[in-house]
């Protein structure tokens, strides 16, 4: 089993539409989890930690449900510019090194 | 302004040559990281770093070799005992001594053998 897994899509969603992704890690020592997004043939870039509560940046809210081992992403009101791969991130257990998904392609289309 | 610097951006290699690609980091941050990404597959841990003269192998590290004599500056070198080495390499750092740290990345360099 991969150490993190994600949905690899497309999501092909419409301007305005709600879209959501999860990512499951194999790990449960895990303690850190991130989503990175990631443009066409760019590097990775932080788009929000994700907490035990919960977290919400904007239009993006980020959960973790530890019991199951998974952590979503969320996005409302998408907008164009909202279209790229999402990367999961998660520490392997009591290490800091991080383990990265495949990837998540969102498109959003006008 | 802080940040992780990659160069070359794009490099094309020769069958049997050995090349260094360089990452540079004024962050201040102890740990560095060299990832391998291959078209749909995620990141790869190829070598890492928590302190100066200090580094250790990561799930693909054979055919590269890095060094880290400065803080700043985490050079990796892929040999030519590295057998498919087109790809995009990622540098990135974070600091240390803290569970919930985010990793920083270099623009990154692709190489293609030629």
């Known amino acids: 089993r991969k150490e993190v897994e994600q949905d690899p899509g497309p999501f092909n969603v419409p301007e305005g539409a709600t879209v959501a992704f999860n990512c499951t890690y194999s790990?449960?020592?895990?303690?850190?989890f991130f989503w990175y997004r990631q443009d066409c043939r760019k590097e990775p870039k932080l788009l929000m930690s994700?907490?035990?509560s919960g977290n919400e940046d904007g239009r993006f809210t980020a959960q973790l449900n530890r019991a199951s081992q998974y952590i979503s992403l969320l996005i409302r009101d998408s907008k164009l510019s909202d279209s790229a791969t999402y990367l999961c991130?998660?520490?392997?257990?009591?290490?800091?090194?991080?383990?990265f998904g495949a990837g998540t392609t969102v498109t959003v289309r006008a | 302004d802080g940040g992780i610097t990659q160069s070359p951006k794009y490099l094309f290699r020769k069958e049997g040559q050995n090349v260094t690609l360089s990452c540079e980091q004024n962050?201040?941050?102890?740990?560095m990281y060299w990832y391998r990404q291959d078209p749909g597959q995620g990141l790869r841990l190829i070598y890492y770093?928590?302190?100066?003269?200090?580094?250790q192998k990561g799930d693909i590290a054979e055919g590269y070799s890095v060094s880290r004599e400065k803080k700043e500056s985490f050079p990796l070198t892929v040999t030519s005992a590295q057998k498919n080495p087109t790809a995009f390499y990622l540098c990135?750092?974070?600091?240390?001594?803290?569970?919930?740290?985010?990793?920083?990345f270099g623009q990154g360099t692709r190489l293609t053998v030629v």
């Open positions: 990135a750092s974070s600091i240390t001594g803290t569970m919930n740290t985010e990793a920083f």
């Open positions: 991130a998660v520490n392997r257990g009591d290490d800091y090194k991080l383990s």
């Open positions: 790990n449960s020592a895990s303690q850190s």
């Open positions: 994700v907490y035990s």
């Open positions: 770093s928590q302190i100066v003269n200090d580094f």
């Open positions: 962050l201040n941050h102890d740990a």
